[in-house]
């Protein structure tokens, strides 16, 4: 097993305190292994669980939750996320394997906005 999907498969558990906010993120696990995981690891690289603990916190969920509206509704991030559900109003994302790699990628803060111009893009 490669460094990345070990620090994946820590993330991946790690994921599971958060259940109530992406059901099924269980089953993430399973998702780690055979076609796609090792892109899959590389990406999950990059997820912040410590930043993910800040923006999921009871305190933090509505202005969380109207900014993942905002990025899966956008324009230029709507063909990305195409088939990922958020739900704003019961605070969930929901997980799916046909969506794993959407699933990390808005996890991982890939859409991103630039400060000058404001133009959007995947990192």
Do not use: C, H, W
Not at 54 to 70: A, Q
Not at 90 to 118: H, M
């Amino acid at each position: 097993m490669s460094e990345y999907q070990d620090r994946a498969k820590t993330k991946a558990e790690n994921l599971q305190a958060f259940s109530d906010i992406p059901p099924n993120v269980e089953n993430f696990q399973n998702d780690l292994n055979g076609r796609g995981s090792f892109i899959l690891s590389r990406m999950m690289a990059r997820v912040s669980v410590k930043g993910l603990k800040e923006k999921l916190d009871k305190e933090k969920l509505v202005e969380t939750f109207n900014k993942l509206d905002e990025i899966v509704k956008d324009e230029r991030f709507k063909k990305d996320f195409k088939d990922l559900k958020v739900d704003k109003d019961k605070k969930k994302i929901y997980y799916e394997s046909e969506n794993k790699f959407k699933f990390v990628a808005l996890l991982a803060d890939r859409p991103s906005q630039t400060l000058f111009l404001g133009r959007k893009f995947m990192e």
